[in-house]
């Protein structure tokens, strides 16, 4: 009875909000979209569809404003109609028409700064199309919009330093996703819209720029401008439009015949190799692994002031914060590398088949960060590529709550930047991964190609990929979908082991809140039994489980989920034995890694000696954790680890582990390891340099300042900022 009062309730309110909606339209009052949870989000409909978009744009520096004339073609979907709707944010409308041969004909409309409702002069069938031209005016400084976490700002069109003060380039970019391309150039801003393009832009004539497609005309004007026009000849969607205007010094690289170019500023311009390089391998492995070539004419990387966010992906020619911009020195501590991957993957998971609305950003978003995990598996090797994985689950994991979380392919969000966030990027990944090991790689990459080549420069969602991989595999995935897509949460398994009268034993109860879903989780379990490795499979689906197994003898070991596929947390209730057993005899990433976790919180003798075999592992990581944690108080330990942490402070190729060695050496506040803290502040790693002057500060403080002080200023300043961010990190 209460129920179906606040169902009642809820209609009414609902049909309130939807005639208040209708009201403020009505009145010419934007009418923001909601913040409401409750809403169902589903995909915009498609009344009428974009076929060509040409622009023709220049720019206002002082005023910050883009002039712009667009001639958009389309045609109506399905239902014949003589109206359109477009986004356009902030604009003035200076003019709209409708192209008949040689002729405008004026066409009636109306706006409200955000919509622009336009009256075509007849009904269009669709198999019709037409051409409106709109005169218009961007002012993207004025509008009034929020951005996000992932996504800060979303005004479309940036003007960077316009007033050309020293100390920063002149710059303007743009940035599309979610729905901000409708800043600069009126459109149907949607992802499920695909329109060819073509920009031509006007820009001061010192100046390079950079769009969509290829340049197929520069234009010298009379008045120190050149006009630059960029054609899209394959349609992507309008968040993925692009400009970009600045002194850009340009890198050209190729691939397979086509252009490959990296813009940077002149300083950074003779790093270009150096930072971008491997681009050209990653569109070689990505296309064979898919078995789709990489699908645009040429691909960019640009790199911009002051951006929003972290990359952006839009159709080949990616854009980059300045965080990707670096000189060889900076090089030596940090790359993105990870970053280049993900966005160069978007190109066929975002680009070529583009997720059909925000609630299946998944589809971007998951297949993006699974190709940096793969490119690094081919690159460095399967335990990178473990690692990587790793990461990627912890970061899930800190954003879980007692197996909390949201959905994967998610229709009820406050607004579309909520939906870039550990969810649609680190889980999806891994379930995509853990999906492939349950599928294996041809069947899994046959399903992918399945999926790009049926949806090619469409759209897609997950119901689509997963109709994809039963045509591929002849089974039925919903079981798989409907768990880790359609529903949301993690298990959190608590694990208990036994053995008696020739039966190993495995408990298994599902802890997660009583309100998440009971997971069905088809594992492996391998049993170390007097240096032999048994495999068995067992399927999880129940809150409390026990599985028996007859095994001779008591197992060494037992290691639950060897591959480390599962999305989500185990309580394994092992002792430091056990973890020391895992580190030496079953050595995969995850186990390593636990292991040293579990041991820098651990005093015992074992625990050390995890620690001790951590400092010679082949992960950097494990390196630095077994260096910053282990614990010197005991002689025999404290002799065998400074013979290895001295090396590592000397010679290893990975500068954070060098820094912590080095700062592991000073906190011995041993006057013997002075000349080691001298011999890293001439080092070229600015963190080494940074580690060894807190390093000097501790033995001799004197010297460290001295030290400091003789530093170049560019060494200086990096190292100052870097002192302070390793003190803050060691004191928290």
Same mark, same amino acid.
């Given at each position: 009875?209460?129920?179906?009062?606040?169902?009642?309730?809820?209609?009414?309110?609902?049909?309130?909000?939807?005639?208040? @909606?209708?009201? @403020?339209?009505?009145?010419?009052?934007?009418?923001?979209?909601?913040?409401?949870?409750?809403?169902?989000?589903?995909?915009?409909?498609?009344?009428?569809d974009l076929i060509n978009t040409k622009?023709?744009?220049?720019?206002?520096?002082?005023?910050?404003?883009?002039? $712009?004339?667009?001639?958009?073609?389309?045609?109506?979907?399905?239902?014949?109609?003589?109206?359109?709707?477009?986004?356009?944010?902030?604009?003035? *409308?200076?003019?709209?028409?409708?192209? #008949?041969?040689?002729?405008?004909?004026?066409?009636?409309?109306?706006?409200?700064?955000?919509?622009?409702?336009?009256?075509?002069?007849?009904?269009?069938?669709?198999?019709?199309?037409?051409?409106?031209? *709109?005169?218009?005016?961007?002012?993207?400084?004025?509008?009034?919009?929020?951005?996000?976490?992932?996504?800060?700002?979303?005004?479309?069109?940036?003007?960077?330093?316009?007033?050309?003060?020293? $100390?920063?380039?002149?710059?303007?970019?743009?940035?599309?996703?979610?729905?901000?391309?409708?800043?600069?150039?009126?459109?149907?801003?949607?992802?499920?819209?695909?329109?060819?393009?073509?920009?031509?832009?006007?820009?001061?004539?010192?100046?390079?720029?950079?769009?969509?497609? !290829?340049?197929?005309?520069?234009?010298?004007?009379?008045?120190?401008?050149?006009?630059?026009?960029?054609?899209?000849?394959?349609?992507?969607?309008?968040?993925?439009?692009?400009?970009?205007?600045?002194?850009?010094?340009?890198?050209?690289?190729?691939?397979?015949?086509?252009?490959?170019?990296?813009?940077?500023?002149?300083?950074?311009?003779?790093?270009?190799?150096?930072?971008?390089?491997?681009?050209?391998?990653?569109?070689?492995?990505?296309?064979?692994?898919?078995?789709?070539?990489?699908?645009?004419?040429?691909?960019?990387?640009?790199?911009?002031?002051?951006?929003?966010?972290?990359?952006?992906?839009?159709?080949?020619?990616?854009?980059?914060?300045?965080?990707?911009?670096?000189?060889?020195?900076?090089?030596?501590?940090?790359?993105? !590398?990870?970053?280049?991957?993900?966005?160069?993957?978007?190109?066929?998971?975002?680009?070529?088949?583009?997720?059909?609305?925000?609630?299946?950003?998944?589809?971007?978003?998951?297949?993006?960060?699974?190709?940096?995990?793969?490119?690094?598996?081919? !690159?460095?090797?399967?335990?990178?590529?473990?690692?990587?994985?790793?990461?990627?689950?912890?970061?899930?994991?800190?954003?879980?709550?007692?197996?909390?979380?949201?959905?994967?392919?998610?229709?009820?969000?406050?607004?579309?930047?909520?939906?870039?966030?550990?969810?649609?990027?680190?889980?999806?990944?891994?379930?995509?991964?853990?999906?492939?090991n349950q599928m294996g790689d041809a069947?899994?990459?046959?399903?992918?190609?399945?999926?790009?080549?049926?949806?090619?420069?469409?759209? $897609?969602?997950?119901?689509?990929?997963?109709?994809?991989?039963?045509?591929?595999?002849?089974?039925?995935?919903?079981?798989?979908?409907?768990?880790?897509?359609?529903?949301?949460?993690?298990?959190?398994?608590?694990?208990?082991?036994?053995?008696?009268?020739?039966?190993?034993? *495995?408990?298994?109860k599902q802890v997660q809140d009583q309100?998440?879903?009971?997971?069905?989780?088809?594992?492996?379990?391998?049993?170390?039994?007097?240096?032999?490795?048994?495999?068995?499979?067992?399927?999880?689906?129940?809150?409390?489980?026990?599985?028996?197994?007859?095994?001779?003898?008591?197992?060494?070991?037992? #290691?639950? #989920?060897?591959?480390?596929?599962?999305?989500?947390?185990?309580? #394994?209730?092992?002792?430091?034995?056990?973890?020391?057993?895992?580190?030496?005899?079953?050595?995969?990433?995850?186990?390593?890694?636990?292991?040293?976790?579990?041991?820098?919180?651990?005093?015992?003798? !074992?625990?050390?000696?995890?620690?001790?075999?951590?400092?010679?592992?082949?992960?950097?990581?494990?390196?630095?954790?077994?260096?910053?944690?282990?614990?010197?108080?005991?002689?025999?330990?404290?002799?065998?680890?400074?013979?290895?942490?001295?090396?590592?402070?000397?010679?290893?190729?990975?500068?954070?582990?060098?820094?912590?060695?080095?700062?592991?050496?000073?906190?011995?506040?041993?006057?013997?390891?002075?000349?080691?803290?001298?011999?890293?502040?001439?080092?070229?790693?600015?963190?080494?340099?940074?580690?060894?002057?807190?390093?000097?500060?501790?033995?001799?403080?004197?010297?460290?300042?001295?030290?400091?002080?003789?530093?170049?200023?560019?060494?200086?300043?990096?190292?100052?900022?870097?002192?302070?961010? *390793?003190?803050?990190?060691?004191?928290?």
């Amino acid at each position: 009875m209460v129920k179906v009062t606040v169902n009642k309730m809820k209609s009414i309110f609902l049909k309130c909000a939807v005639f208040s @909606l209708v009201l @403020l339209t009505s009145l010419g009052i934007k009418a923001q979209s909601t913040d409401d949870i409750s809403v169902y989000r589903v995909t915009p409909t498609k009344e009428s569809d974009l076929i060509n978009t040409k622009l023709d744009v220049s720019f206002d520096y002082a005023n910050r404003y883009l002039y $712009g004339k667009a001639w958009l073609t389309l045609s109506p979907h399905f239902y014949e109609t003589n109206t359109v709707v477009l986004d356009a944010k902030g604009m003035d *409308i200076n003019e709209i028409s409708i192209v #008949d041969g040689a002729n405008n004909i004026p066409l009636k409309y109306t706006y409200d700064n955000w919509k622009l409702s336009i009256t075509l002069n007849r009904i269009y069938k669709n198999t019709e199309d037409y051409t409106v031209f *709109i005169n218009y005016t961007a002012k993207p400084d004025e509008l009034k919009v929020k951005g996000g976490k992932a996504i800060t700002n979303a005004k479309g069109l940036y003007f960077i330093n316009p007033d050309g003060k020293a $100390g920063k380039p002149v710059q303007i970019w743009t940035q599309g996703e979610t729905e901000a391309s409708s800043a600069w150039f009126p459109t149907i801003d949607h992802p499920n819209q695909k329109t060819t393009s073509e920009i031509a832009m006007t820009v001061e004539a010192k100046y390079t720029s950079l769009s969509n497609g !290829e340049l197929i005309s520069q234009k010298d004007n009379n008045d120190g401008t050149r006009t630059d026009t960029w054609k899209m000849s394959l349609p992507h969607a309008p968040y993925l439009f692009m400009i970009a205007v600045g002194d850009f010094e340009i890198y050209k690289d190729t691939y397979r015949g086509n252009e490959v170019s990296y813009y940077l500023e002149p300083k950074y311009a003779p790093y270009a190799k150096q930072i971008f390089g491997k681009t050209p391998a990653m569109m070689a492995f990505f296309g064979d692994i898919l078995g789709v070539e990489y699908p645009w004419g040429k691909y960019a990387q640009v790199v911009a002031r002051d951006y929003v966010s972290g990359a952006m992906e839009n159709t080949s020619a990616t854009l980059h914060g300045a965080q990707v911009q670096k000189t060889e020195r900076e090089l030596l501590d940090s790359n993105h !590398e990870n970053t280049i991957a993900h966005e160069l993957f978007h190109q066929w998971f975002g680009d070529y088949v583009t997720a059909e609305s925000w609630s299946n950003l998944t589809m971007n978003e998951s297949f993006a960060t699974l190709g940096a995990i793969l490119w690094n598996g081919f !690159e460095k090797g399967q335990d990178m590529e473990d690692r990587e994985r790793y990461g990627k689950l912890q970061n899930y994991l800190r954003s879980q709550k007692n197996g909390n979380s949201e959905v994967l392919a998610r229709f009820h969000y406050k607004n579309s930047d909520k939906m870039f966030d550990n969810i649609s990027y680190s889980k999806g990944s891994i379930i995509l991964y853990a999906l492939k090991n349950q599928m294996g790689d041809a069947a899994f990459f046959k399903s992918l190609n399945n999926y790009l080549t049926t949806n090619a420069f469409k759209t $897609g969602e997950s119901h689509q990929l997963r109709l994809a991989m039963e045509e591929v595999t002849g089974k039925d995935w919903s079981p798989y979908f409907n768990q880790w897509y359609f529903n949301g949460g993690s298990p959190i398994l608590d694990i208990n082991y036994g053995y008696a009268n020739g039966k190993a034993t *495995i408990s298994v109860k599902q802890v997660q809140d009583q309100a998440v879903q009971t997971f069905s989780l088809p594992l492996k379990v391998d049993f170390y039994v007097n240096g032999n490795k048994m495999r068995k499979d067992i399927l999880i689906n129940k809150r409390a489980q026990d599985f028996s197994f007859d095994i001779a003898s008591e197992p060494d070991f037992i #290691d639950l #989920d060897p591959d480390k596929i599962l999305v989500g947390q185990i309580i #394994d209730n092992k002792d430091i034995s056990d973890y020391l057993y895992q580190y030496k005899k079953v050595p995969s990433y995850y186990n390593r890694i636990e292991a040293v976790k579990f041991a820098a919180k651990d005093k015992s003798p !074992e625990a050390q000696l995890i620690l001790l075999a951590g400092l010679e592992d082949q992960q950097d990581d494990i390196r630095a954790l077994s260096i910053k944690t282990i614990d010197l108080s005991d002689r025999k330990i404290k002799k065998e680890a400074l013979k290895s942490i001295l090396d590592i402070a000397k010679n290893d190729i990975k500068t954070n582990a060098r820094a912590e060695a080095i700062l592991k050496l000073a906190n011995t506040r041993n006057t013997h390891y002075k000349s080691l803290m001298k011999e890293s502040v001439k080092d070229e790693s600015y963190t080494v340099i940074a580690a060894g002057v807190i390093g000097l500060k501790k033995i001799a403080t004197d010297d460290a300042d001295k030290e400091l002080a003789d530093l170049d200023e560019d060494t200086k300043i990096h190292v100052t900022k870097l002192i302070k961010k *390793i003190n803050k990190k060691n004191n928290k």
